[in-house]
């Protein structure tokens, strides 16, 4: 089965961006939209928003309109999520999923990318 | 405070049966069968347990299984085995956005 492979952890400075990458280790259609979800320590799980592999189009989650951007590179398969002015409570797994139904839920998930961010 | 209520925690001993409920709205989970459960191991990616509701991915015992009433989803866990001791997530589509719950650790005795 095709996996979700995202880079490594990253410590930033408040106030830094930070930009985590999501590559699928093998064919993933076209169609599958990919979301990103997060984890702070202790808390639940929070969707961030998705991109059209396709289409590049996207829908951010209203706590992350205006901080979040999620951008692909068809070259390279690749799919990024950039989280700008961070601050301490953005601590947290970032994990990107693909929904291979079109159904609003995640069959595949990556590995997750820890960000620390602290002074 | 997530959109999504959950219990906290959940307790049985291996081969009872617990059910996990996830309420929300009729905005939510009223309004749509796009309900999904994960499950959650310290260090390991989640992992898709129910989906459209009652729907069972490859490979998920069928001791998982998923419903819903109104605004309630639940998830039972039949027949407890140690390893089914994680954390789980229920998800419903609010239309254009996805909600989670706060998460429910299930213990098993």
């Known amino acids: 089965q095709v996996q979700l492979v995202q880079s490594g952890a990253e410590v930033k400075k408040p106030g830094a961006s930070v930009n985590v990458s999501c590559k699928p280790s093998?064919?993933?259609?076209?169609?599958?939209?990919i979301h990103w979800v997060r984890q702070a320590p202790g808390q639940g799980l929070e969707w961030m928003g998705w991109?059209?592999?396709?289409?590049?189009?996207?829908k951010y989650a209203q706590n992350f309109q205006g901080r979040v951007t999620m951008t692909r590179d068809t070259s390279i398969s690749t799919f990024y999520m950039e989280l700008r002015r961070l601050k301490s409570d953005d601590t947290a797994i970032y994990y990107c999923?693909?929904?291979?139904?079109?159904?609003?839920?995640?069959?595949?998930w990556g590995r997750g990318t820890l960000v620390t961010v602290s002074s | 405070q997530s959109a999504l209520t959950q219990p906290p925690s959940a307790s049985g001993s291996p081969g009872q049966s617990v059910t996990i409920s996830c309420t929300g709205t009729s905005s939510d989970v009223g309004s749509y069968n796009y309900v999904s459960w994960y499950q959650l191991h310290p260090g390991k990616a989640p992992k898709l347990m129910i989906f459209g509701v009652s729907k069972r991915p490859s490979g998920v015992p069928d001791r998982f299984s998923g419903s819903k009433s109104d605004n309630t989803a639940s998830l039972t866990v039949s027949g407890l085995q140690a390893e089914d001791e994680a954390d789980y997530y229920c998800a419903s589509y609010a239309g254009s956005k996805l909600l989670f719950g706060g998460g429910t650790k299930l213990t098993v005795l």
């Open positions: 991109i059209n592999p396709d289409s590049g189009g996207i």
């Open positions: 999923a693909t929904d291979t139904w079109n159904e609003w839920h995640f069959d595949i």
């Open positions: 093998g064919y993933i259609f076209p169609g599958y939209y």
